[in-house]
């Protein structure tokens, strides 16, 4: 392949959460690299794109590189800044994934309009990658369960408060409990308020998602594959054996997965 058509093979996805915003640059279905930052719903156009061109440098690749760009968002007010700053600094309109876009996956809810276009694009990735019936688990802001058949039929899902909202409303409501790190402790049993806390939280959660699993599956009345991605996946899934794969890029894979079956 020439250096012409490597860089026309770029592709920047774009994953906006409500609490980090992940990056890719995908070669091809390789994806070349990742990076994830804070999301600041008041921070401007120049400023994301300061610190995106900075981390795109630090990779070797130049704005002239990314020829197309896929993003979702749930933070509805950060789309059109983002938009302005791939026009901007790229040259280039992004596909936003939202109502209309074609994704492959048929959304069996009473309205489908109510479905994140970030878990409709970790379905898409979980299907292409793991076939189906798969539960699409999410540990991020909040911890969300998706359910896609085996025909690739978005089912369904659950949405939960994520393990960092539980962790900030323990030590915000309960006086003279503070704030811990997230980590996992070594005893499930805690000896000080610290590790009492974060035996609650960590074991907490992994009770939790093990509980959901259990309830998905016999309603299902199967054994469906069980993917883990975002940010706290690792915290939690080598606790659990029912997930099989912890892969943090799902939703970019969705997003070019997306954007190639949209292309003009």
Not at 32 to 38: D, G, K, N, Q
Not at 51 to 66: C, T, V
Request: with cysteine.
């Amino acid at each position: 392949m020439t250096d012409s058509a490597r860089k026309e093979a770029m592709l920047l996805a774009i994953d906006i959460g409500n609490s980090n915003i992940v990056l890719g640059v995908f070669e091809g279905d390789k994806l070349r690299a990742t990076w994830r930052i804070a999301t600041g719903s008041h921070k401007l156009v120049d400023e994301y794109a300061v610190l995106l061109l900075n981390l795109l440098s630090h990779q070797g690749i130049a704005a002239r590189d990314i020829k197309e760009i896929a993003l979702c968002s749930v933070v509805p007010s950060l789309v059109p800044v983002f938009e302005t700053l791939c026009q901007r600094y790229f040259g280039s309109s992004p596909l936003v994934v939202e109502a209309g876009v074609k994704t492959g996956v048929r959304i069996c809810m009473d309205n489908p309009l109510e479905v994140g276009a970030d878990r409709v694009a970790n379905a898409v990735a979980a299907h292409h990658l793991y076939g189906g019936p798969v539960i699409i688990i999410d540990l991020g802001t909040a911890t969300t369960f998706d359910t896609v058949s085996e025909e690739g039929a978005y089912i369904g899902g659950i949405i939960a408060p994520g393990i960092v909202i539980a962790a900030e409303a323990l030590s915000l409501r309960a006086a003279k409990l503070p704030q811990v790190e997230l980590e996992r402790p070594k005893r499930v049993i805690g000896t000080n308020t610290v590790a009492a806390m974060q035996s609650g939280i960590i074991f907490g959660y992994i009770g939790l998602v093990e509980g959901i699993i259990a309830r998905i599956e016999r309603e299902l009345g199967g054994k469906p594959r069980v993917i883990a991605t975002g940010g706290f996946a690792d915290t939690i899934a080598k606790d659990i054996p029912a997930i099989e794969v912890v892969n943090p890029d799902l939703t970019l894979i969705g997003l070019r997965l997306i954007h190639q079956m949209n292309r003009s």
